[in-house]
C-alpha cells in the first residue's frame, strides 16, 4: 500500500465509479422468488423499494462495495498506486466507504455531499450455490458528474479506468467522456467493465461506440461480451472484440477467462478456493490482478494468471473487499509466498 | 426463528444489553502496540479516541454486535423465542442494528433514540492468532434506563439474561435490577454473564452480591471467574460458585469449558472450526447454545454440549453473528443433522 500522497506523485490507476456500501445477506431462491429479484443481475431501485427489499432481508453485513472501488481497494492492496473518484453523502455509510478506501491505501479525496439522498447502498442476496444478486439504491451516486474529475488527477494516471455501471446517469456518463478525454490527452489508456450485462442492454450503441474508438483495455464477461455484439456465442464476440481494443480481458466464471492482445490469446484456468461462498467481486479482483500485473511490466498471459488467482481468492469469503490482507490470502491459494508469480 | 408476535405470548428468553455495531478489521500486533491497545480486553473510549483510532484501522466490516444481542440473535436461530432491550440511536447504524435483531427473528420494541449521541460501536481488531481486541464507544446505550424495562415484556420471559458490560453505566444499572426484580415475581430465572475480566475487576462488589443472592445461571470465562473471586486458580472460584448459583459454566476457551449445578460438573470439550479466524463472540455463542438447550429441557451435559458446538461455530468467521444459517454451521460442525444433538 503506496498511495501516491505528493500531489505530483503520478498513479498507476484511476478509477471512476459507483460509491457504494454493500449489505451482504445469505438467502435462499425461496425468498429471492418471493421479492420477485432477477437472480444473478445488478436492478436498480428506488428508495422506497430498497426499504421495502431490507425490511424483507435476512441480517446482513456492511462491507464498503462498488464495482471500481472494490477493484482500487485491491489494486492498492497488491501494491499499485491509486486514487477513486465517487460521491457518498456526509452520512455513517459514506464515512465507512471513505474510510474503508482510504485505509485500503487508495487516494479518495471527493468532498462528500452535505445535501441529496443518503449513501448508496447495494443489497445483495447470496444464495447457498454462491451466486449473488444485487438491488441497488444510487443514493449520493446520483451527485457524481464532470466537475468531480479533476485535471490534475485525471492526468496523473497511467490508467483510468471506468465501470460501465455509470453509464446509468447521464451527469456520471459526462464524467467518464472527460475522464476518458483527459487520460488520452496525457498519454493514458483507457480501461472499461462493461459491468452487467442488462446494462450492456440497455446502453448497447454507446458501447458499441466507445469499445470501437476510446477503450484500450476492456474487461467483460460471457454474458456482456456476446450482449455487446448481440452475437449468441463467445468466440465470435472474441473475434470481434479483438480488432477493437490493445487488451481484452474476458472472463466465463468457473471455465475460467481469455484474455487477448491482436493475434495473441491466452486461455487461462479458473483458480477456485476450497469452498466458494459468494461470488461477489469476482469480476471486480479480476480487474485488480490484471491492472496490477499489466502496469508492472508482466506479460500477457502472468496478467490473466493474477487475475484469476485474485478473483479466486475474494469468492471464498462473503463480500468483495478481503477481510484479511489480500496478498496473504493469493499466496495460501497457490501455495506460494506471494502475489508476483502466481500459479 | 419464531418471534413471540402476540402481546401474550411467552418468550424463553429476555435479554438486555448495550446495543452496538461492531467494525471488524485485521490487524497485527504492531498496530496494537503501535495504538497502545490492551490485547484481547473490551476498552471503553470516548467519542474523540474511537474517531482517532477508526482513523488508523484497516479496512473493515460492519457486523451488528453487542455481547447479549449476538446471545439473542443466535438463540432465535436456533429456535428459542427471544427478546431484546437495549438503545440505539435513530441514524443509519441503529437502522442497521434494529434491522439485523429483527430479522433475526428476535422481538426488539426498543424507540430508537431521537437526540443524543450517536449508535454505539465497537472498534474489534483482530489478529492473527484470532484474538480480538475491542475498543466500544457506547454512544446512545447511555441511553438506555429503567423505563426501557417494559414490565408486560419482562414478566412474560422463563429467563431474563443480562450483560456484565452494563454494570458501567449507572441508569443501565438500575435497568439491570429493574429487571431482576420483574423476573424473579414473576417466578422466572435470572441468567447474567460477567462480560469482561476488566469489568469483573470495575465492580467486583456489586457483581459478587448480585451472583450470590440473585443469579440463578451464571456464565464467565475462566478470568471473569477468578477475578470475581480474587483467586489466582480456576478450581479454587469454580468451588465457589457452585454454592451460590443453579447453574454456571465456566469457559476456558481452547480447554473447553465447565458447566456445574451443585454438585453435579461437567467437563465439557471445546468445538473447533477446521480454522479458527476471529474469536470474537464465542462466549456469547456459548451462552446462547447452553440457554436454547436449557430452556428446551435438555441435561446439564447436553446444554454445555450445544453451548460449545455454538461457539466452535461462530468462531471459524469474523463477526460474531453468523454469516450463514447458524443450524447448518453448526450441522456441518459436527457431521450432522441440525442442533439437537451435537457430539
Known amino acids: 500500500m503506496r498511495p501516491a500522497d505528493e500531489a ?16 451482504v445477506a445469505h438467502a435462499d431462491d425461496a425468498l429471492l422468488a418471493r421479492l420477485d429479484l432477477q437472480k444473478g443481475a445488478m436492478t436498480l431501485v428506488d428508495e422506497e423499494r430498497s426499504a421495502f427489499l431490507y425490511r424483507n432481508m435476512p441480517p446482513g453485513r456492511e462491507v464498503s462495495g462498488g464495482s471500481c472501488g472494490n477493484t482500487m481497494a485491491a489494486l492498492a492492496a497488491l501494491g499499485s498506486r491509486c486514487a477513486y473518484v465517487g460521491r457518498v453523502r456526509d452520512d455513517q455509510l459514506g464515512n465507512v466507504f471513505a474510510h474503508d478506501i482510504r485505509a485500503a491505501g487508495v487516494s479518495f479525496e471527493c468532498r462528500p455531499s452535505a445535501v441529496g439522498p443518503a449513501t448508496a447502498r447495494s443489497l445483495i442476496f447470496v444464495t447457498p450455490d454462491a451466486q449473488r444478486t444485487m438491488q ?12 468531480d474529475v479533476d485535471p490534475m488527477l485525471a492526468g496523473r494516471a497511467s490508467i483510468t479506468y471506468l465501470e460501465g455501471y455509470l453509464w446509468d446517469r447521464p451527469e456520471a456518463k459526462e464524467a467518464c467522456r472527460k475522464a476518458a478525454d483527459l487520460c488520452h490527452a496525457a498519454g493514458g ?49 472474441l473475434q470481434e472484440v479483438r480488432h477493437h481494443v490493445q487488451f481484452a480481458a474476458l472472463t466465463r466464471g468457473a471455465k475460467g477467462s481469455v484474455v487477448v492482445r491482436g493475434d495473441e490469446v491466452h486461455v487461462i484456468e479458473a483458480v477456485r478456493p476450497t469452498r466458494v461462498l459468494d461470488t461477489t467481486g469476482a469480476g471486480d479482483l479480476y480487474a485488480a490482478g490484471f491492472l496490477h500485473a499489466l502496469t508492472r511490466g508482466d506479460d500477457l498471459a502472468a496478467c490473466g494468471r493474477l487475475a484469476s488467482v485474485a478473483a479466486g481468492a475474494i469468492i471464498g469469503q462473503y463480500g468483495a473487499r478481503a477481510e484479511r490482507p489480500l496478498v496473504e490470502m493469493i499466496a495460501e491459494l497457490t501455495g506460494q509466498a506471494g502475489p508476483r508469480s502466481p500459479a
Request: charged letters at 25%; hydrophobic letters at 45%; a negative charge.
Open 189 to 237: 489508456r483507457l480501461a472499461l467493465t462493461l459491468s452487467d450485462a442488462f446494462c450492456v442492454d440497455r446502453w448497447r450503441a454507446e458501447f458499441v461506440n466507445l469499445v470501437e474508438n476510446e477503450v484500450d483495455i476492456l474487461f467483460a464477461n460471457e454474458s456482456e461480451i456476446t450482449s455487446l455484439y448481440g452475437v449468441s456465442d463467445f468466440d465470435t464476440a
Open 8 to 23: 505530483s506523485d503520478p498513479f498507476d490507476v484511476l478509477g471512476m465509479g459507483n460509491a457504494i456500501v454493500d449489505v
Open 136 to 147: 441497488t439504491y444510487l443514493g449520493a451516486c446520483v451527485e457524481l458528474g464532470p466537475d
